[in-house]
Nanobody, 123 residues
Framework: VQLQAFGGGLVQAGGSLRLSCAAS????????MGWFRQGPGKEREFVAS????????RYAESVEGRFTISRGYADNTISLQMNSLKPEDTAVYYC?????????????????WGQGTQVTVSS
């Protein structure tokens, strides 16, 4: 498995969760990486991405200021710290990698998808 996501779960509104995605070294070192999500009855949407060197990040407006994406160089992981969660954040979250190394915001840029992990925020 080249991208493996974990860390989802059930949390009350206002709570926090941390998602992680483990990648192979080749993917981690050469790709921009990020997260998308797909809520019930909705299309997959961009959440956050980070450049290959960690210097640049990009967030969806809906999560700006609440979510933080980061790279873990010791274990080739990316993480998504999610604070102040809202019921509308409920979705399956997908880890993604995009060739070229830069940040990305569209699913068309993704070259590899991880399996999803469910995040449910109760009101």
């Amino acid at each position: 498995v080249q991208l493996q996501a974990f860390g989802g779960g059930l949390v009350q509104a206002g709570g926090s969760l941390r998602l992680s995605c483990a990648a192979s070294g080749r993917i981690f070192n050469n790709n921009g990486m990020g997260w998308f999500r797909q809520g019930p009855g909705k299309e997959r949407e961009f959440v956050a991405s980070v450049s290959w060197n960690g210097h640049t990040t990009r967030y969806a407006e809906s999560v700006e200021g609440r979510f933080t994406i980061s790279r873990g160089y010791a274990d080739n992981t990316i993480s998504l710290q999610m604070n102040s969660l809202k019921p509308e954040d409920t979705a399956v979250y997908y880890c993604a990698a995009a060739g070229g190394g830069s940040v990305f915001v569209t699913p068309t840029a993704v070259t590899r998808w991880g399996q999803g992990t469910q995040v449910t925020v109760s009101s």
